[in-house]
């Protein structure tokens, strides 16, 4: 029943990531329908991502009330109605409108589905995990674009993912069971529970120590992943001559790159603690920054932001993982809770703000951006060992 249990929630972290790349690859057939400015992805891509920090904030007291099984089941129907109400919006509003739900059902089964596993599988399932998130927005775009190279519309790509969805959910539902026998701290019956009428506040949660130095260390991790992604590609054609293709296919690949990294730190881990995977991560992160300081041509900058990919494959699950060690099981929730929240803020600030950088004074300063963040993530890190050390 545990196996079974584990393949649901395999299936759930594929279908969280099947949408996430969905409006990026639909917008261009969005846009002239629409009749708005291209950059009116961004607005959308925004709201979501408020509301998934609003969500994820809210996890612990969601967790604690409804328990895990319950929570996710309602999420991922929540996103099931909303990427139905993408596929039939007219209207850009409307868009707008239906990402509010997007957002805020995202949130709530991210947090919760990775404070599960962090309790109750070892930290190669959690690697593993992330590592289905990857499968699961590298074939969201595939599928869109079948539905648009077929003569279908980007409704069609859409109506396709709810359909998944709706599926995943009667799945979830009928596997509450399974979740309720497994059981959790916030799972299982009230005098399991650390303290099941009072979810922490986030005054208080900030205040346990570590938790503002694990909230920096997430919100610098994304800021290096989400500027590599989206920069990295302009950085290789602008800086170093990579003709558009070239530089646009290696940026996909990027993300492959930390799919195909995460499922082989799920085998590393059976080796290495989850600090010895951070580590390596951030060390492997640095040489691939150092790479892009080569003025050697195009192969150094390929070689260097394939490795920022694999060097930040293990480092988001085995923090994660490492929570409930760190700050105790009664606070896992809630800690990781805060955690997506600060990554999804340092994924909405970060990008854009290297993107003023580029634009008033020049992309070449990707890689110095870059280590000032890893530098900060790192004696963040340092500091969350120190703060938490038993």
């Known amino acids: 029943m545990a196996s079974l249990l584990l393949a649901i929630i395999y299936l759930i972290f594929i279908s ?25 992805a961004g607005l959308v891509s925004g709201i979501i991502s408020a509301m998934t920090v609003i969500s994820s904030l809210q996890s612990d007291r969601l967790t604690r009330r409804f328990g895990t099984g319950l929570v996710t089941a309602f999420s991922v129907a929540i996103t099931a109605v ?51 998130w990857g499968v699961g927005i590298s074939i969201g775009p595939y599928i869109m674009s079948f ?13 396709v993912i709810t359909i998944i969805q ?43 120590p ?30 170093r ?43 492997t992160i640095l040489v691939g920054i150092a790479f892009l300081f080569l003025p050697f041509g195009t192969v150094p900058a390929l070689i260097g932001l394939a490795l920022i990919g694999l060097g930040c494959a293990p480092i988001y699950p085995c923090v994660i993982h490492s929570t409930p060690v760190h700050f105790g099981e009664e606070n896992s929730q809630a800690v990781i809770g805060v955690q997506m929240a600060s990554a999804y803020v340092g994924t909405t600030l970060m990008p854009p703000l290297f993107g003023v950088i ?17 530098v900060v993530m790192f004696l963040m890190y340092q500091r969350l060992l120190r703060a938490t050390a038993k």
């Open 210 to 239: 570590g938790a503002k130095a694990v909230m920096i260390t997430f919100f610098c991790y994304c800021a290096i992943e989400q500027t590599a992604i989206l920069w990295g590609a302009s950085f290789m054609s602008l800086a």
């Open 147 to 159: 539905a648009l190279t077929r003569g279908m519309s980007w409704n069609t790509g859409y109506r």
């Open 358 to 374: 580029a634009n008033t004074i020049s992309i070449h300063l990707l890689p110095v951006f870059l280590i000032v963040i890893l």
């Open 82 to 132: 909303a990427l139905f109400g993408f596929s039939i919006s007219g209207e850009f509003w409307m868009l707008c409108v239906w990402a509010v739900p997007y957002g805020l059902g995202a949130g709530s089964v991210d947090a919760s589905i990775n404070n599960y596993v962090a309790l109750h599988y070892e930290s190669r399932h959690m690697s593993w995990l992330h590592c289905m």
């Open 166 to 208: 709706v599926v995943l959910t009667v799945i979830i539902v009928f596997s509450l069971p399974l979740w309720k026998k497994r059981g959790t701290s916030v799972d299982s019956s009230s005098e399991n529970k650390p303290d099941p009428g009072r979810p922490l506040k986030l005054r208080e949660i900030v205040r346990i």
């Open 241 to 283: 001559g990579v003709s558009a293709e070239i530089a646009a296919s290696f940026a996909s690949l990027f993300c492959i790159g930390i799919t195909i990294g995460r499922g082989a730190s799920g085998f590393m881990t059976m080796k290495f603690s989850d600090t010895q995977m951070v580590r390596i991560g951030m060390g």
């Open 16 to 40: 969280l990531g099947l949408p996430d790349a969905l409006l990026g690859s639909a917008w261009p057939s969005m846009v002239p329908q629409f009749d708005v400015p291209l950059s009116y």
